[in-house]
């Protein structure tokens, strides 16, 4: 099994809304990522988890909150949202350190702030 | 300083080419290196891994040069299918028990018939 599952593959919600993000891998890999990906940029690195702690912020606001309740899953609590952040939001694990760090993506959820 | 730059692209290539990408990296102490494709609306895949002195996957040729600190693809043959955008990817971290990937901005290849 060498996919990473998310969900919701679509999200819309407004401003005042709370909601999250999920993502699951069963690859037995310890590092998690989240990601934002705007529209013909590259992917954005937001968060690190290693061994489900969280190792990595990239000065990312508070409205987005990470969560790694076990070595399996990811989610991303949202709330109070901006229009701008809307994007991709992509999912990914690897193997953590080492050589083997190749990352797999899940399909990511396109979320839309309105 | 960036810490992955890429060839700005975009590349369009007549079916049959050669096709050439280039990405460098700031940070020397960095261990391993990617090409991940990307499809318009979908996510990143990996094309290859680069290791050591490079590595080659059929049609696809990855090659590493730690003294200049670069990474290049070249793809021969080119197909309509390899139209994609290509992002350069680089491990952070320096052997720590994170992966810290960093994305250049990608190279958009446009094979046309």
């Known amino acids: 099994d060498t996919e990473v599952t998310q969900t919701p593959k679509h999200l819309v919600m407004g401003m005042t809304n709370k909601k999250s993000l999920k993502c699951e891998q069963h690859m037995g890999h310890r590092a998690m990522y989240w990601y934002k990906q705007k529209a013909k940029k590259p992917p954005e690195l937001m968060f690190v988890?290693?061994?489900?702690?969280?190792?990595i912020n990239e000065s990312v606001p508070s409205r987005f909150s990470p969560e790694c309740p076990n070595s399996s899953l990811l989610n991303l609590h949202l709330h109070a949202l901006q229009p701008e952040d809307s994007a991709l939001y992509l999912c990914?694990?690897?193997?953590?350190?080492?050589?083997?760090?190749?990352?797999?993506f899940g399909q990511g959820t396109r979320l839309t702030v309105v | 300083r960036k810490e992955v730059e890429q060839d700005p692209g975009p590349f369009n290539v007549p079916e049959g080419a050669t096709v050439a990408f280039n990405c460098t990296y700031s940070n020397s102490a960095s261990q391993s290196f990617f090409w991940y494709r990307q499809d318009c609306r979908k996510e990143p895949k990996l094309l290859m891994s680069v290791y050591s002195s490079g590595n080659e996957d059929g049609r696809f040729t990855a090659q590493l040069n730690r003294a200049s600190q670069y990474i290049s693809l070249l793809i021969r043959d080119s197909k309509l299918s390899d139209s994609a955008t290509y992002l350069c990817v680089v491990n952070m971290d320096d052997g720590g028990s994170q992966g810290n990937l960093i994305f250049g901005k990608g190279t958009k290849l446009s094979v046309k018939p």
């Open positions: 990914a694990s690897s193997q953590s350190g080492g050589i083997n760090t190749e990352a797999f």
């Open positions: 988890y290693s061994y489900e702690k969280l190792s």
